[in-house]
């Protein structure tokens, strides 16, 4: 590729391309996206993060990251680092006061830029934050990554299975792979006598697996410190399962 | 009023409506309508329930109402009973291939006939279930019933309180007072051992109280049996505490 420019989106690229995408907000995917790229990091991967939730900020902030890129002069776009991580927010790059409904199709459009002008570098994985359902930026993301494989996550409540099920088959039309369904607050492990409990029902992720021709890879438990509002910017890393499987 | 027509939004009407909001979804908002009109009723209080929460369907779902309100020939519209609630859902109005961004604006307009145009009868409270955030119907919510009552639902996480800010100031705007803030999934007690964790954090339902001159009126637990994903129709009376509240 040319100098500074990425090739990710080239077919004899060596970059794993991995998009974490989720059926509605809330349910842990900037969390996992996050926590996946800190132990793939921890594995000595190098690793670029491309942050595409344009609807939650919580990339930077739950990396400490704030400001923006520094853009050269030939439109090059240098990620932001965060303990080894390169990150861009998209975001980052539509004023706070552009009306929401917009930032969709703009952004949906600038996705090229962000895929090619970032000076990635020589990373191994590149793992994009994806908005939730299956809006302009994710079907975007969709068309103009094939080869990328998709890692989907849920809760284990029925009603975000069932939306989580129209992303999978957004993916199946483009011919993306899945590397697996993650349930994420699938359970509580009690800090004094260690019962587990599912609070939040079971069996969803399961049925979205099965329907999507996959499997549930994880079930990562509801944690007390992945709540705390902070930018610490230092992301737990609880994903080791999830890293191996990504490596497939 | 005319035979048949409520006069909920006239000044002299003797129902206490009480809007239920929520800065953004999957807080338990709906959950939280339902359970609170299921304890005034048990409290021998005449409920009724407008879901305007077109975009989530929880409420139907949680009482077990299948099937739409009979229109009389004058426009009236008769509703559901569940366990002697007397409930609405607007999204049944709306066909399901309506486009979601269609359903806001449509229904925004119709809301003066869910109000007026259906018997509620002689109801002593009417609950209505917001969408969340400050969008069209919410808007409209607050416009058209300045006497109505806020309260507002939101979890521990200072994301959920900061959305929820904007719905206070909203209220705030048309002059509705708030009954106060009710912080859901605020803790979770291990049934073996009694011991409590607040897995999302904690602080963000308080700072959302006092930046809106109000107070935190209830702290629900995390439970199991409310996220199971059933059309049960029972819904599990935990609102006693908010009950008591509302009736001030
Ligand atoms: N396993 C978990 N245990 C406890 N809290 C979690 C867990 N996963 C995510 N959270 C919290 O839930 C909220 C939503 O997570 P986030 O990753 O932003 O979701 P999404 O990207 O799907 O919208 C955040 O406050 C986050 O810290
Ligand atoms: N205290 C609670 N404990 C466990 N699950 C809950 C609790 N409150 C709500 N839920 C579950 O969380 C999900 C979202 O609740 P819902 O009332 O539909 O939220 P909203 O109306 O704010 O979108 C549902 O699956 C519901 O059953
Ligand atoms: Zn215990």
């Known amino acids: ?23 509605k907000g809330g349910v842990g995917k900037s969390t996992v996206t996050v926590n996946l790229a800190a132990a793939l990091a921890g594995l000595g991967q190098r690793v670029g993060v491309l942050d595409a939730d344009i609807y939650g900020f919580s990339v930077p902030r739950m990396l400490g990251l704030h ?5 050269l002069g030939e439109g090059i776009i ?18 706070e006061d552009t ?25 191994g994985y590149l793992l994009i934050d994806s908005p939730p359902g299956t809006g302009d930026v994710a079907l975007s993301l969709s068309q103009r990554l094939p080869r990328a494989r998709i890692l ?17 088959q957004m993916a199946e039309r483009t011919g993306q792979r899945l590397v697996g369904v993650v349930e994420n607050m699938a359970f509580y492990e009690c800090p004094d006598c260690g ?4 609070i939040f029902g079971q069996g969803g992720a399961e049925e979205l697996a099965r329907s999507a021709g996959s499997e549930v890879i994880g079930r990562l438990p509801l944690e007390p410190q992945l709540s705390v509002d902070s930018d610490a910017g230092t992301p737990i890393v609880r994903a080791q399962p999830l890293s191996r499987t990504a490596k497939h």
Do not use: Y
Not at 2 to 13: C, F, L, N, Q
Not at 67 to 71: D, I, K, R
Not at 155 to 165: D, H, K, L, S
């Open 152 to 168: 989907l996550v849920t809760t284990p409540q029925a009603a975000a299975a069932r939306v989580a099920g129209r992303v999978a």
């Open 67 to 71: 400001g923006n890129p520094t853009v």
């Open 1 to 23: 590729p040319e100098a500074g420019r990425s090739g990710v989106t080239r077919p004899d690229s060596p970059v794993r391309v991995l998009i974490v995408a989720s059926g």
């Open 99 to 123: 009306p929401v409904i917009w930032r969709g199709p703009m952004l949906a459009k600038a996705l090229d830029q962000f895929l090619e002008d970032v000076a990635w570098g020589d990373i």
């Open 195 to 198: 019962h587990r409990t599912e």
């Open 78 to 95: 240098l990620p932001m680092d965060s303990s080894g991580l390169r990150v861009i927010s998209m975001g980052s790059f539509v004023g």
